[in-house]
């Protein structure tokens, strides 16, 4: 079964760093194709993927994001770790992580997701 | 990007009649391998979005019959037969076809 959940703060200020954890256990993040990704949803609004990272260590990131956003594994640990810099208001939103396998064009598992605020 | 549209972006349908969502793309979303790739997502209040249809009409499991997919190209539909209470929510589409995947807007789905 597999299962993933996002933790961090729930709280930043503007202009810090987020840092996210998705945990995530059913998979192992060192077999093709298997893919962690991100994705967010500010309130009341659509979901937007920030990036994704494979078991080969190749990662993708957002055409718009992809100067403030960082992700990286630790395949022991069965984690996931996004980082975002110089955070603003806008980037107030709940966070998912997500499964995805590589060149299957879909995603089939999500977290339960983590709501960052963005306030001073 | 592929840009990822959708109307009506609100649909108010009553229970037991039937409902349909667009979504067009901005470009083709079929694939070199023969694949479309085209989702669609539930999402109920309060909670993670659920596929509910991949491939453009390969319906997940536990998924109710009453929601199928169709489509090809750049237009695609999802139906839904007969409007239950449980089906209260937003409905988006996206596309797998091309990095960075991308969402439409959704469809707020909700009962006369």
């Known amino acids: ?120 | 990007d592929v840009v990822m549209t959708q109307s009506p972006l609100s649909l108010p349908v009553t229970l037991g009649q039937p409902a349909s969502i667009s979504c067009r793309s901005s470009q083709s979303l079929a694939y070199s391998d023969g694949n479309t790739y085209l989702n669609w997502f539930q999402q109920r209040p309060g909670q993670s979005p659920r596929r509910l249809i991949y491939k453009v009409s390969n319906r997940d499991s536990g998924v109710p019959d009453r929601f199928s997919g169709s489509g090809s190209g750049t237009d695609f539909t999802l139906k839904i037969s007969r409007v239950e209470a449980e089906d209260v929510g937003v409905y988006y589409c996206m596309q797998g076809t091309q990095w960075p995947l991308t969402f439409g807007p959704g469809t707020k789905v909700e009962i006369k």
């Open chain 1, 1 to 120: 079964q597999i299962t993933l959940k996002e933790s961090g703060p729930t709280l930043v200020k503007p202009t810090q760093t987020l840092t996210l954890t998705c945990s995530f256990s059913g998979f192992s993040l060192s077999t093709s194709p298997v893919g962690v990704g991100w994705i967010r949803q500010p309130p009341g609004k659509a979901l937007e993927w920030l990036a994704v990272i494979y078991w080969n260590d190749d990662k993708q990131y957002s055409t718009s994001l992809k100067s403030r956003v960082t992700i990286t594994k630790d395949t022991s640990k069965n984690q996931v770790v996004l980082t975002m810099t110089n955070m603003g208001p806008v980037d107030t939103a709940t966070y998912y992580c997500a499964h995805r396998l590589r060149g299957s064009g879909t995603v089939a598992y999500w977290g339960q997701g983590t709501l960052v605020t963005v306030s001073s």
